[in-house]
């Protein structure tokens, strides 16, 4: 069987569960684009809040997203969502963003925004040149792209996890987050039948990525 010419790699899993770091690289192993969809969430969600429309009120969030213009520019091996032509400042990170952001997540409106612009990433990715891309998030493996090539649900206990978020000096509502986004009604978070799932809890950054490289490389035929 010919290897694929480009690859989709999954990682889905819950906060500091490791997904952004071993996307990044990924990325660069690979020769993949990087696209990180929370911070695409944190994004829609930072604007929201700063033109008042809250989660709550459903008219104005359809007013509000259907006049807002999705865009991508590239930035090294990271796809970056431009809000009518502006990118994400520091506050995408910041603990107001941090409170909201499952909120507006919920809504299926602020999904199906999303959910084109999302798929729409490989032709950024093609049009890049890259080999393919890896894309992270809470249902890039059940939603997104349930026939990617590799699919991965990343754990890690949650206080590792706490203890991975305060080692990187950042104050975050990682229990409440956990618990909102995996409750909700459209799009839960959830390793999905069939993708592989890698306990992180005990392992390093590097021994994570080891794993997800040795199957990446196998799909690829390269192994
Ligand atoms: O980096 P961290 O895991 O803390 O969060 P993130 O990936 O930046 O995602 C922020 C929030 O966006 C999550 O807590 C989810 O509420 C939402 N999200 C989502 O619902 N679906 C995605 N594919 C990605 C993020
Ligand atoms: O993207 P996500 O929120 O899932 O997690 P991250 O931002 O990639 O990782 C959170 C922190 O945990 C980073 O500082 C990583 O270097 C660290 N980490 C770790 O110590 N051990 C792992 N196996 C994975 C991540």
Redesign the pocket.
């Known amino acids: 069987m010919a290897p694929p010419s480009f690859i989709i790699v999954a990682i889905d899993g819950?906060?500091?569960?490791g997904?952004?770091s071993s996307a990044r690289l990924l990325a660069d192993r690979f020769d993949l684009l990087h696209v990180?969809?929370?911070?695409f969430?944190?994004h829609l969600t930072a604007e929201l809040l700063r033109r008042g429309v809250p989660a709550t009120d459903l008219p104005a969030l359809r007013t509000a997203l259907g006049a807002l213009q999705l865009t991508t520019r590239v930035e090294g091996r990271s796809a970056r969502m431009l809000v009518d032509g502006q990118p994400a400042g520091d506050e995408i990170r910041s603990e107001e963003v941090n409170r909201h952001?499952?909120h507006y997540?919920a809504v299926p409106e602020v999904r199906q925004t999303l959910l084109g612009y999302q798929r729409g990433q490989t032709e950024v990715a093609r049009a890049s040149g890259f080999r393919g891309l890896v894309m992270e998030?809470?249902?890039?493996g059940s939603v997104i792209f349930p026939q990617a090539d590799c699919r991965f649900f990343l754990h890690a206990d949650p206080v590792e996890r706490a203890k991975r978020r305060a080692a990187e000096g950042r104050q975050?509502s990682i229990a409440e987050?956990d618990r909102?986004?995996t409750s909700r009604k459209t799009s839960p978070l959830t390793c999905p039948p069939g993708a592989i799932d890698i306990d992180s809890t005990h392992l390093t950054l590097p021994e994570v990525v080891e794993k997800m490289s040795t199957v990446i490389a196998a799909r690829q035929g390269i192994a």
């Open positions: 819950g906060a500091a569960s997904k952004s990180d969809t929370g911070s969430y944190r952001v499952s997540a998030g809470r249902d890039i975050d987050r909102l986004d």
